[in-house]
């Protein structure tokens, strides 16, 4: 993936476009006029109020002297993005762990998968056997297993 890609990957690509436009110090009318677009079309997309069709992002592209299908594909990412952020975050039982083993944060913010290493251990260390089979049964035994093999940091200690 090339570096452009990498740097503005799940931003909407109209957002990128107009701040190419204003970078090159084009104006948004002439330029959709001088791609055979409806200026009301090229303003939706650099708003991110309407999607960059596939056929339009070859053409800017193509005009812009940006490497075939960045825009194309930047939309995809794009769409990828917004599509996980609809899907709903797998948790385990939330009913049965109880909110005060979390007592320093909103057990709902949690991001299970990112902060698993550190949920595992809080479990495992205040946790009563309900919870502690749930994140058994959440995470699995071989991710536990492999939390509680590591080495955890200890407190700072002065040498006498």
Known sequence: MNTYLAKFKGI??????????????????PFAL?????????????????NLPTSI????????GLEE???ALLQT???????KSKIKPIT????????SVFWDTDISQ????????AVIRRIMERGN?????????????ALITEVLKQKSVEAYKLNP
């Open 12 to 29: 909407h690509p109209g957002i990128i476009l107009a701040r190419e436009l204003k970078k090159r110090g084009i104006a948004q009318r």
């Open 129 to 141: 056997a309900l919870e502690i089979k749930e994140i058994k049964q959440f995470y699995g035994a």
């Open 110 to 117: 949690i991001d299970w998968d990112k902060q698993k290493y």
């Open 57 to 64: 992002a070859l053409k800017i592209e193509e005009k812009l």
């Open 34 to 50: 001088s791609l055979g677009e409806q200026p009301q079309t090229i303003n939706a997309i650099t708003k991110a109020k309407r």
């Open 92 to 99: 385990p039982n939330l009913s049965l762990i109880r909110k």
């Open 77 to 83: 990412y794009f769409d990828i993005q917004t599509e």
């Open 69 to 71: 299908g960045t825009l």
